[in-house]
């Protein structure tokens, strides 16, 4: 899981593409088929419209990348 939160697919950055994976997730519950744990940011089991919200308030959000050397 991403720690962006927006960020259903894990890739860094919050878009169109994590509104893709949630809305292929929406409306599902753990055990259902197209369950994805990963659009579930208001984190109570079930992926809805208030998944989609957190979406869009952190839409165009990229994680940042920090190194140690």
Request: proline share 6%.
């Amino acid at each position: 899981m991403s720690s962006l939160i927006g960020d259903g697919n894990c890739d860094g950055i919050v878009d169109i593409q994590d509104l893709i994976s949630w809305s292929n997730a929406f409306g599902s519950k753990p055990n259902c088929p197209e369950w994805n744990p990963n659009t579930n940011f208001h984190p109570d089991n079930i992926i809805d419209i208030f998944d989609a919200v957190i979406i869009a308030i952190n839409f165009g959000k990229q994680a940042s990348l920090f190194f140690n050397y």
